[in-house]
């Protein structure tokens, strides 16, 4: 079996020193470009692959970032997730992706195995409860940006959406369509996007003179599975239109609405938050709120790096605009799905 190359064996083979291998590897302008190129071109043929620990350990960087999200099966943090992968590659950087699954122990962890492998940053959406996961990156000195949502504290740099007006937006939309007993489907208040968005929502409802009736409102698990449970007790309060927290919570919200025979948005209308669809071929039209993912993602990476280089400097909140994308799941009365 053939030993892997090294420094050693590609100065061999082009007649060099090792360390003018390292150099050239390292594209140093010590290293005249014709000699560069052949060192290159022979390092490739061979299968060269250079040992990141030890560069890291010359430079005190490893040119890697920590994406901590709560849950990559929900296709929204894998699109949140893929835009952050291109942001961050075209700045040189590779990402370490992790799942909290929505849970403090996980998250912790996760970020503790992060630190571990010596990340220069971490990208969280932090769950319910992030606050050891705060402390053990304020403990360790490691450069975080909150993606998505922010910690009760304020003390960390967030980039996140305007969910206020994305929750008003929604019922917005549904009392244009002629609904009144709009239902609240939401997650637990400990998530601050999940706060906003009903409070837009309750907003809308005040400002059209419809008064939110508490009964109308309930809280499913953030990662989905007890979505029918919870709808039963809204639709025999007289709900007409559900809006929900996301995507994921409207889309089992439709499907168990099928199953007890409602139409969707005949019999019930819908609505959702993320956008999803315009990410992925989705084949439910639900109309929804979005956002622009990829300004999100570079924001993030923006304030990271400046995290990075001024660790001293004042926290920044940032927000990205949401917007109405109307589909066939809201009608207004009287037209057919």
Not at 81 to 99: D, H, S
Not at 167 to 183: F, K, N, P, T
Request: charged share 25%; glycine share 8%.
């Amino acid at each position: 079996m053939s030993s892997a190359p090294t420094l050693k064996s590609i100065a061999q083979r082009v007649g060099t020193t090792a360390n003018t291998v390292s150099l050239a590897l390292r594209d140093s302008p010590l290293v005249a470009q014709a000699t560069k190129a052949r060192i290159q071109a022979a390092a490739r043929e061979m299968g060269y692959v250079q040992n990141a620990i030890a560069g890291s350990l010359r430079s005190g960087r490893t040119n890697t970032i920590a994406v901590v999200m709560g849950d990559i099966a929900n296709p929204l943090f894998a699109a949140k997730t893929k835009a952050l992968e291109r942001v961050l590659r075209e700045e040189g950087y590779q990402i370490i992706i992790f799942n909290s699954d929505e849970d403090p122990g996980r998250e912790a962890e996760a970020v503790r195995t992060a630190i571990s492998r010596k990340v220069d940053g971490v990208v969280l959406c932090p769950c319910a409860e992030p606050e050891e996961s705060l402390r053990l990156l304020k403990r360790h000195g490691v450069p975080c940006v909150l993606c998505g949502r922010m910690d009760r504290s304020g003390d960390e740099d967030t980039v996140l959406w305007n969910d206020w007006r994305g929750g008003y937006l929604a019922a917005s939309h549904l009392l244009s369509c002629g609904c009144r007993r709009i239902a609240w489907l939401g997650v637990t208040q400990r998530i601050s996007s999940a706060r906003d968005r009903k409070n837009g929502y309750l907003d809308a409802l005040r400002e059209a003179g419809v008064e939110p009736d508490p009964a109308l409102v309930a809280e499913a698990s953030p990662t989905g599975g007890d979505v029918g449970r919870v709808l039963a007790p809204l639709l025999e309060r007289g709900a007409d239109a559900i809006c929900a927290f996301s995507d994921l919570i409207a889309w089992e919200a439709a499907c168990y609405f099928e199953d007890i025979g409602l139409r969707v948005p005949a019999d019930i209308q819908l609505t959702g938050f993320d956008n999803v669809a315009a990410h992925m071929r989705i084949p439910y039209r639900l109309t929804s709120i979005g956002a622009d993912l990829e300004r999100e993602a570079r924001e993030s990476m923006r304030l990271l790096l400046l995290r990075m280089r001024e660790p001293g400097r004042p926290v920044t909140i940032s927000k990205i605009e949401t917007e109405l994308v109307v589909r066939s799941s809201t009608l207004p009365r009287g037209e057919k799905g």
